[in-house]
């Protein structure tokens, strides 16, 4: 088993159920949260050197590009509508970022 993969895997998963934790409550927290275990996987992404890899690394810097405004939106303008809309950009592209880690796990299986 790839531990690296394993927790590539556990950081984008978790930031994908994170922003949609978002969706259902509004907080501030969880926003918070989201946006940090998302940056924590853009970190992952670096420097990974596969196919599909500047998908992937594109894919979670939009989230991230979702997330942090999202954050400042709702903690400095009380914008909560604008917040959850940001957020639902970043859960379309965590799972475009899954979709894209999928068919990279389907391709390296194919290549042994």
Not at 32 to 37: E, L, P, T
Not at 67 to 82: E, H, Q, R, S
């Given at each position: 088993?790839?531990?690296?993969?394993?927790?590539?895997?556990?950081?984008?998963?978790?930031?994908?159920?994170?922003?949609?934790?978002?969706?259902?409550?509004?907080?501030?927290?969880?926003?918070?949260?989201?946006?940090?275990?998302?940056?924590?996987?853009?970190?992952?992404?670096?420097?990974?050197?596969?196919?599909?890899?500047?998908?992937?690394?594109?894919?979670?810097?939009?989230?991230?590009?979702?997330?942090?405004?999202?954050?400042?939106?709702?903690?400095?303008?009380?914008?909560v509508d604008m917040?959850?809309?940001?957020?639902?950009?970043?859960v379309i592209a965590?799972?475009?970022?899954?979709?894209?880690?999928?068919?990279?796990?389907?391709k390296q299986k194919?290549?042994?």
């Amino acid at each position: 088993m790839n531990w690296g993969k394993v927790f590539y895997m556990f950081f984008t998963l978790m930031s994908l159920t994170t922003s949609a934790a978002f969706i259902f409550e509004h907080s501030l927290v969880a926003l918070f949260i989201a946006g940090s275990v998302n940056v924590v996987s853009t970190l992952m992404k670096i420097g990974v050197r596969n196919v599909l890899s500047a998908e992937l690394l594109a894919g979670s810097l939009v989230a991230d590009l979702h997330l942090i405004p999202a954050f400042f939106a709702m903690k400095f303008y009380t914008n909560v509508d604008m917040a959850v809309g940001l957020v639902i950009g970043a859960v379309i592209a965590n799972l475009y970022t899954i979709f894209i880690s999928m068919i990279e796990s389907a391709k390296q299986k194919t290549e042994f």
